[in-house]
């Protein structure tokens, strides 16, 4: 009786995440730009942008690659990062699971103030680039008093 009854009460696991709705706004709003990209479709790394009072700070995580195939450009405060991450697997593999991206990539972050792109750097260690893009002070302007 004991085993029946353990049987019915028997469940299924289900696993829960928690739904950011920025997240997916987000992540639609970068699929939106990627369809009128000249670029081919690849994968979209995930990215920490923010702001302090003397610059901005860029960190993206690109695990699996090296400090050649990342491509950094700043145009007109646009922030563009460029790579790809190539496949890697052994000939003749059968694959059950595939969820780590591969292939090219570009995301492209306008930057709300003009930056000083030659203060601009980067550093890349433990899978993570970090780019720190200074800000332009304002123009000091002298008002005449009549």
């Known amino acids: 009786m004991w085993l029946e009854v353990a049987n019915r009460a028997r469940m299924n696991f289900v696993a829960f995440s928690r739904w950011d709705p920025l997240h997916d706004l987000l992540a639609l709003h970068e699929r939106m730009n990627r369809l009128g990209s000249d670029d081919p479709p690849g994968w979209t790394p995930a990215v920490d942008l923010y702001e302090t009072a003397d610059r901005f700070v860029l960190s993206i995580e690109l695990p699996g690659l090296t400090r050649d195939q990342i491509k950094i450009e700043l145009q007109h405060e646009i922030l563009t990062v460029r790579g790809e991450r190539a496949v890697q697997h052994e000939q ?38 970090t780019v720190v893009i200074p800000k332009l002070a304002p123009p000091a302007r002298r008002v005449p008093v009549d």
């Not at 969820?99 to 930057?111: A, M, N, Q």
């Open 92 to 129: 003749g593999a059968q694959f059950h699971r595939v969820e780590r991206g591969h292939g090219p990539f570009t995301r492209s972050f306008p930057l709300p103030q003009p930056v000083d792109a030659d203060g601009v750097q980067a550093e890349f260690r433990d899978g993570v680039l």
